[in-house]
């Protein structure tokens, strides 16, 4: 009986310091501007804005690089994977992009806007809009995330730099990843 009593003693006193250390780390959470963080999964092909309580504050589908794999070089059409920094929201309305398919340069490629991520090594990797939206959901970039612009907009108004945004692997990116 006294065995019983030691052992449901000690684990009251383990879930109250767990609770005060949640209540505390919590409460230091919290205060910390722009808690928020960005996953990208492209196994899911999903962007998801989490709270610093893991709750999910917006969810929108995406379209991730042409190429499995971890990026390695400009021009390899792959989304790099890792820990990155929102660095810049920028009004890309105007911008243009060459797609070589023939159409020549587009107007309004990437939607209103472009959030420019911070990748060492690798330059003009963000998350943007589309002209093509049925690419959702499909590897059809050339690095970047891309939304429907509908979701970027919505995004813009939910974030501001800098940003923490983690992206993960694919089960075929990270096999890729492995065989280098």
Known sequence: MRTILRIFLLLACCFCTWLACSYHNQKIISKIENANIIVISKQDMQLNLI???GDTLFCAP???GKAYGNKQKQGD?????GVFKV???QNASKWTHDFHDGKGEIEGAYGKYFIR???PGHKGIGIHGTHVPESIGSRATEGCIRLNNDD???????IYPPLTVVITPSVMDESLN???
């Open 62 to 64: 995406i379209a991730v």
């Open 117 to 119: 991520l911070k990748v």
């Open 178 to 180: 492995l065989k280098k």
């Open 51 to 53: 709270n610093y309580k």
């Open 77 to 81: 059409m792959r989304t790099p994977e």
């Open 152 to 158: 970027l907009e919505r995004l813009v108004t939910l």
């Open 87 to 89: 660095v810049d929201i």
